[in-house]
């Protein structure tokens, strides 16, 4: 009897570290979703821009809401990890939701000559490494192995998204500016050469497990 009264109470179980918590309504992913939510609206806006002929002054609409989606791309990220609040959500959407806003306006703008010839090239460069590095990373990740974002690869991003809000512009920046379009398509192009550099940079990292799974 003594014995058990001198026994102290089980100590509560740990909370768990915050990091680990699930962060799917916090300011960081709220920012990722509604880099979402603006890929619908960009792509409207050129929709109804050039095949709905509702007038230039929907680029520009189109712009603004893609600059903001663009800089959600930096705050999201910096704030999960300012506050501790990464997460698995906001880690899966936070590039699907980049590649989502690019490839819907390269295609776009495809589709109503902003982007035409030999610059269909740069895109279907971009949007090829898009799929194929998306591919290898989910395969990696199967096997538990991690490939961080390179610095190049981060400048590579930075460089694409600035080429396609300047084509996003395009006819109605010409009118206030001429030689925007032509801007934008060589930093499309640059951000194309880009794009092949890391994404062979990405595979020769993965290349080792590749070569090691098929033995």
């Known amino acids: 009897m003594a014995e058990a009264a001198t026994r102290s109470p089980p100590s509560p179980a740990p909370s768990p570290p915050r990091s680990a918590r699930g962060h799917a309504f916090s300011l960081p992913n709220l920012l990722t979703y509604a880099r979402c939510v603006a890929v619908p609206l960009v792509a409207a806006c050129l929709f109804w821009s050039d095949i709905l002929a509702g007038g230039m002054w929907l680029r520009w609409v189109a712009l ?5 989606a663009a800089v959600t791309d930096f705050f999201d990220g910096y704030l ?3 506050w501790s609040q990464q997460s698995a959500i906001g880690r899966m959407l936070d590039p699907i939701a980049d590649k989502l806003l690019v490839s819907t306006c ?3 703008m495809a589709s109503d000559g902003t982007i035409r010839g030999w610059s269909l090239w740069a895109a279907i460069v971009i949007l090829c490494r898009e799929i194929l590095v998306s591919g290898l990373r989910e395969f990696l990740a199967e096997l ?3 490939v961080p974002v390179s610095r190049l690869a981060k400048w ?9 809000g300047v084509l996003i512009a395009g006819p109605a920046g010409e009118a206030v500016l001429p030689g925007v379009s ?22 020769r990292a993965g290349a ?8």
């Open 156 to 164: 590579k991003t930075t460089l694409q998204l600035v080429a396609v």
């Open 182 to 203: 032509l801007v934008g398509l060589t930093l499309l192009w640059v951000s194309a050469v880009l794009t092949l550099y890391t994404g062979y940079d990405y595979f």
């Open 64 to 68: 603004a809401i893609y600059i903001a």
């Open 208 to 215: 080792r497990h590749l070569v090691e799974d098929g033995q």
């Open 144 to 146: 538990r192995v991690s």
């Open 106 to 108: 390269l295609l776009m």
């Open 80 to 82: 999960a990890r300012a």
